[in-house]
């Protein structure tokens, strides 16, 4: 009635123009019926005025409505037939749509025509679907659209719960794709879109459901597709779902890396996975359900493999290990951390086996002792990682065997190798130069002798970490300021003997990023006010039961840097 009335008074165009524009941006977000929204499309289409009907076009694309979607699609392509192109793009610069569907059940009709409305070339941006209750059918169709988009649309991404970028993936722009916690339909829709894609090599999908319903939708893209990287990270996969995988992969010639981690499946379907016999690098940690069953069906088929993680599977034994030294020759990094199974023999069949073994970690497996580091310091000479933390019977002997073979060794964690003293310690700054990090914590027995040699041995040291070592002093500390000034942690908790005399001298060290002197009572202001004034890079400092710190120079080095998180 409004329009119509001002329709009867104003007399130029112009004005006729305001009049309904302004008619239409007041109707927006009201609860409207489709008749009376029927009556607006009919009334404003007879008009001559190529930016009312852009005006109600939007106006249209902004309802939760599909069938009103398709009747903006219209008459946006209308407008488009009649003007110039560069008219046509001024029209809807500043308007582009953003369609929003949520919290309701799409019918078969309106599946129908959102996907309508993708293939129309026309302002859409992106498409909001979050919540919406859809059938398999639906997704399939609207990703169909999806994937033969109309040259030069502006259509970006389709939002599920996740967002999924269309364009880039039609037009083969990503290689890598990570989605956490998405819904089921999440990766449907994506599975789906990905079938015409060429260029994504590598997905993670991480703490997301994966029952059977979405691993079919995966192996359907995987007969198509030739992915080189998958993660499945705590994807609550079982059984059911593994054995269909494992399935689909086994085809899969080009796929080198695949990623299990936080799965609950069982060796039923485990075992399935020695038929990928391309796989380079196979993530198994915290897959608890995991027995010596699985491995040996792994190194018996796969050759190629040469990372191996079977961190937390504590079900795993000596046996499994062993077979990895007689099947994969070719294995470079195995971490075996928490496996407190493995016992020494498994190491040393391991070493005999795999002579390029490079990183190794047996973190917490207390049941290998010297005799077994020994022999693997002599087979595996490349060894440039190796972590025998919470390792209990790791003696100064097999340490010395370690840094006289290794010398090539850039990270070393031997905390709460309790038994080690100077003797082991000082051998690794004779003879392993390349040492980059290296953790001595609660390794009670060292003292500044072996530290001085470190320091002094190892130049390109960045992380020290000497946490509970009560007999370090300031000699250690002022030596490595000295020697290793690429240092960025150090972390001397609970060391007593530190004082301020050799902490401020870190602030040579330029890189310092992270410095922990928890209960290091002699540790005050002024050497904290030093770190402040010239470690800019600085991140975390620990502080906690250092009383002689005040709160006066922690608002000092916050106000140098703002980043900095201190604990006190």
Aim: aromatic share 4%; net charge neutral; hydrophobic share 35%.
């Amino acid at each position: 009635t409004t329009v119509k009335k001002q329709k009867t008074e104003l007399k130029t165009a112009k004005d006729t123009l305001d009049a309904w524009t302004l008619t239409v941006k007041q109707l927006e977000g009201a609860a409207l019926e489709k008749k009376l929204v029927w009556n607006l499309i009919e009334a404003i289409k007879k008009n001559k005025h190529s930016e009312l009907k852009a005006a109600l076009s939007n106006f249209l694309a902004a309802l939760q409505m599909p069938e009103f979607w398709i009747q903006a699609c219209h008459i946006s392509k209308d407008l488009l037939d009649e003007l110039k192109e560069e008219k046509y793009e001024e029209l809807y610069k500043d308007t582009p749509w953003k369609l929003k569907r949520t919290d309701k059940k799409i019918s078969d009709e309106e599946a129908k025509q959102i996907a309508e409305v993708i293939k129309f070339f026309s302002p859409l941006e992106s498409l909001n679907l979050n919540g919406c209750q859809m059938k398999d059918t639906h997704i399939r169709q609207i990703a169909e659209a999806c994937i033969h988009l109309p040259k030069g649309t502006r259509f970006e991404t389709l939002e599920y719960k996740s967002k999924i970028p269309v364009q880039r993936l039609r037009q083969n722009l990503e290689t890598k794709l990570k989605y956490s916690r998405a819904t089921s339909q999440d990766v449907v829709w994506l599975f789906s879109l990905l079938h015409h894609n060429t260029s994504v090599k590598e997905i993670e999908l991480d703490s997301t459901n994966l029952n059977v319903l979405e691993v079919k939708a995966i192996c359907e893209c995987l007969s198509v597709h030739a992915f080189e990287s998958l993660k499945f990270i705590n994807c609550n996969m079982r059984d059911p779902e593994l054995k269909l995988l494992a399935e689909a992969l086994s085809k899969l010639s080009t796929l080198e890396s695949l990623s299990l981690s936080g799965n609950v499946f069982t060796d039923a379907s485990g075992k399935l996975l020695g038929e990928l016999k391309t796989l380079q690098e196979l993530d198994l940690s915290k897959c608890f359900n995991v027995t010596d069953k699985t491995i040996e069906a792994i190194a018996k088929s796969c050759k190629s493999l040469t990372s191996l993680n079977l961190r937390h599977c504590s079900k795993v034994s000596s046996d499994g290990v062993s077979s990895l030294g007689l099947g994969c020759h070719g294995l470079k990094t195995l971490i075996l951390e928490e496996c407190s199974l493995v016992k020494d023999l498994a190491i040393q069949e391991l070493a005999d086996g795999c002579p390029d073994l490079v990183h190794l970690n047996i973190r917490n497996c207390k049941k290998v002792s010297g005799i077994a580091i020994t022999h693997l310091a002599k087979k595996c000479t490349k060894l440039r990682h190796i972590n025998l933390c919470f390792c209990d019977y790791i003696t100064d002997q097999s340490i010395s065997v370690l840094a006289a073979n290794c010398k090539d060794l850039e990270y070393i964690n031997l905390g709460h190798c309790k038994k080690l003293n100077d003797t082991s310690i000082g051998q690794i700054g004779t003879n392993c130069p390349n040492i980059q990090e290296l953790n001595l914590s609660v390794c009670e027995k060292i003292t500044d002798e072996s530290i001085i040699k470190i320091a002094k041995g190892c130049p390109q040291l960045r992380k020290l970490n000497l946490a509970v070592c009560g007999n370090i002093t300031d000699a250690s500390i002022s030596q490595i300021s000295q020697s290793c000034q690429d240092l960025e942690e150090l972390v001397v908790p609970c060391c007593d003997k530190v004082t301020d005399n050799s902490i401020q001298l870190l602030s040579r060290c330029k890189n310092l990023s992270r410095l922990n002197v928890y209960a290091c009572k002699k540790v005050t202001d002024k050497s904290i006010g030093e770190i402040a004034k010239n470690c800019t890079n600085l991140t975390h400092l620990d502080v906690f039961w250092c009383a002689e710190v005040s709160d006066d120079v922690i608002e000092e080095l916050k106000a140098a840097n703002p980043a900095c998180e201190v604990d006190r």
